[in-house]
């Protein structure tokens, strides 16, 4: 079955960065795109980074030039590069993929931004 496990997330203070990891099983990691998505108290969880099978990348608005996502085929696994972090930033992070018509998810990893 598939599963995805994120590791990685923590306190920062703002300006700090951090790395989260996914790591995937249970499907064919190379043939499918991974996308980071997060969800702060109160607020709706929102996309934050898609990588595709061949590499190509997208951002949201918030996060372009601050945030990096990544993917090692051979180790099935997908990360979030957070870079200049901000109090906004605060939000559960969670890792997705969109396997035979189904969306998975992983369990999150929680990311503060606070001095």
């Known amino acids: 079955q598939v599963q995805l496990v994120e590791s990685g997330g923590g306190l920062v203070q703002p300006g700090g960065s951090l790395r989260l990891s996914c790591v995937a099983s249970g499907f064919t990691f190379s043939s499918y795109a991974m996308t980071w998505y997060r969800q702060a108290p109160g607020k709706e969880r929102e996309l934050v980074a898609i990588?595709?099978?061949?590499?190509?990348?997208y951002y949201a608005d918030s996060v372009k030039g601050r945030f990096t996502i990544s993917r090692d085929n051979a180790k099935n696994t997908v990360y979030l590069q957070m870079n200049s972090l901000k109090p906004e930033d605060t939000a559960v992070y969670y890792c997705?993929?969109?396997?035979?018509?189904?969306?998975?998810w992983g369990q999150g990893t929680q990311v503060t931004v606070s001095s």
């Open positions: 990588i595709s099978s061949d590499g190509s990348t």
């Open positions: 997705n993929a969109f396997v035979n018509s189904r969306r998975y």
